[in-house]
Every structure is written in C-alpha cells, then in structure tokens.
C-alpha cells in the first residue's frame, strides 16, 4: 500500500468552529490533492500541491485553505466550518518521476453539526 | 472543461453475468489519463488501471477489461463471470498529463455495482 495517513480518520464538529486534515506521505511524491466526496457528485478536487509551498485551488475551494511547509505534508484547514463541509475527504499522492499512479488514503468523515 | 459522464448510477446483476460499466469524457487536451478507480463498501479507493492517451490498446486483466475508443470519448470496463466481491462503488476518472495540473483529477459520479449471489 501507498503510504498514505489521513487524520483524523473521524471528527464531530460545530459549525463555525475551525477543522484542520492532515495527510501524511512517506512516498516523497511531489504532487498531493485534496478530494471531497458526496453522493451524486464522485470525488471533487478542493486543493492540490504541486510542491513545498506550491499549491493552488481546485473545483471546490471556497471555504477551504492548505498548507505544505514540507514534502510529507498537506494540511487542509475548515476556517469556519458549515455543515455544507459535511463529507468524506480523502487525500491522495502522485509523482510523474516514479511513473506511479495517483494514490489515495483511507479518507476522513467530517461531520459538521 | 473537463468533464467524465458515467451514466449508470446503478446496475444490478446475478453472480457469473457480465456487466459493462460505461465511462464518457471530454477535454481538449492531447495529453491526457484515463483510470478506473473501485471503492468497496470498506471505503478505500483502489485503483484499477491508468491508460494515456496515447495507448488505446485494451487490456484484459484476469476478469477485468478496459475498451479505450478515442473517436467516441469512451473508456469502458468489463466484469466478465461477475462476483459478489465485486460489489462496490466504481470511478472512473480524467486526469491531467503536464505542467504543474499533474495529476489532478475529474471524477464520473460513480456507477453503484450489487453483484447478486
């Protein structure tokens, strides 16, 4: 398996409260995403990386801000969450180099009350 | 835009029938990806197969097989002799081939497959 770690992997939050996801690589890939899930829509890309501190927005970015200070993480923050947020978020990696397939972790289920 | 059509949103089928998962897509970029992504009732994404543009040659994979028509903006799936295993959720998926879009990807809503014992 990829070795790719979402946290938390579950979280009960109110609206308005801010909610930081951290992914976690150990594959030194250069490129990471950031995906959202719900029903009727597949997967829907918010934010991605494109390398240390190099991000830019993706289909559904409102609402929503990243961060990667290192190659191994990419922090997805909730400034203030609704429950609009309310979803499965999944993280994943790729890297043109290494020829390797886009890869995706285990997925985070936020709730926003 | 990029845009993935999977126009089944369910399919229902008896253990051992062969079932076809459609996939549409739309871009205007040449160099372009093209995947099948499964999730089980587990959760995870996994992934199936990559084809670029380039390649349309089909694969055949044990059960599995992909038919990729560029004249028609088509990526098709195969089960053949379908299984209760394969009961899941199906993606499929358009992704970008160069500069710093790398990797990102356009999603179909997914094809709920049941696979009936």
């Known amino acids: 398996d990829a070795g790719i770690t979402q946290s938390p992997r579950h979280k009960v939050t109110e609206t308005g409260t801010p909610v930081t996801l951290r992914c976690h690589q150990t594959e030194n890939h250069r490129y990471m995403y950031w995906y959202r899930q719900d029903p009727g829509h597949g997967l829907r890309l918010i934010h991605y990386s494109y390398g240390v501190k190099d991000t830019d927005k993706g289909e559904v970015s409102d609402g929503y801000s990243v961060s990667r200070s290192k190659t191994e993480d990419f922090l997805l923050t909730l400034e203030s969450a609704t429950s609009s947020q309310t979803s499965v978020y999944f993280c994943a990696i790729s890297d043109r180099d290494s020829n390797q397939p886009q890869h995706f972790g285990d997925g985070t289920r936020l709730s926003i009350l | 835009a990029q845009k993935v059509t999977q126009a089944q949103t369910e399919i229902s089928v008896v253990e051992k029938e062969d079932v076809t998962l459609d996939c549409v897509y739309e871009t205007r970029d040449t160099t372009y990806y093209l995947f099948w992504y499964k999730q089980p009732p587990s959760g995870e994404l996994v992934f199936l197969i990559r084809?670029?543009?380039?390649?349309?040659q089909n694969e055949i994979s044990g059960r599995y097989s992909w038919n990729f028509q560029k004249s028609t903006s088509s990526f098709n799936f195969t089960i053949t002799a379908s299984q209760v295993v394969d009961s899941a959720v199906y993606f499929c998926?358009?992704?970008f081939g160069g500069g710093t879009s790398y990797g990102k990807l356009t999603f179909g809503q997914g094809t709920i497959l049941t696979v009936h014992p």
């Open positions: 084809r670029n543009s380039f390649d349309e």
């Open positions: 998926a358009l992704g």
